[in-house]
């Protein structure tokens, strides 16, 4: 599976972003999708995660009530909506995908994105 990031950039704190990942190479509807991101100097950490139909999804506290993922599996992509952005989301976004399974935590991806910078400004 290839996946490619793209949406990142400069934001000021309190503003909004949307990064979009398009997948190829497997049938999108047999994987599960998921951001994930890693501050300078911390470990990489799950965002937000979706189920291959849509209907379960997961979010990191700090994300649940800002973030929202989303899908469109006709258009082979996943989308993570990112509003209130503050300081501490600056990071490098990264898309994961993994073959469906019935429990979404641990979310352990198969395949990763090359990233996308998010820099928030204060």
């Known amino acids: 599976v290839q996946l490619v990031e793209s949406g990142g950039g400069l934001v000021q704190a309190g503003g909004s972003l949307r990064l979009s990942c398009a997948a190829s190479?497997?049938?999108?509807?047999?994987?599960?999708m998921a951001w994930f991101r890693q501050a300078p100097g911390k470990e990489r950490e799950l965002v937000a995660a979706?189920?291959?139909?849509?209907?379960?999804?997961y979010y990191e506290p700090s994300a649940k009530e800002r973030f929202t993922i989303s899908r469109a599996n006709a258009k082979n992509s996943v989308y993570l909506q990112m509003n209130n952005l503050k300081p501490e989301d600056t990071a490098v976004y990264y898309c994961?995908?993994?073959?469906?399974?019935?429990?979404?935590?641990?979310?352990?991806?198969?395949?990763w994105g090359q990233g996308t910078q998010v820099t928030v400004s204060s």
């Open positions: 994961a995908a993994r073959a469906f399974m019935l429990i979404m935590i641990p979310f352990e991806p198969n395949n």
């Open positions: 190479g497997r049938t999108f509807s047999d994987l599960d």
């Open positions: 979706i189920s291959w139909d849509g209907t379960n999804t």
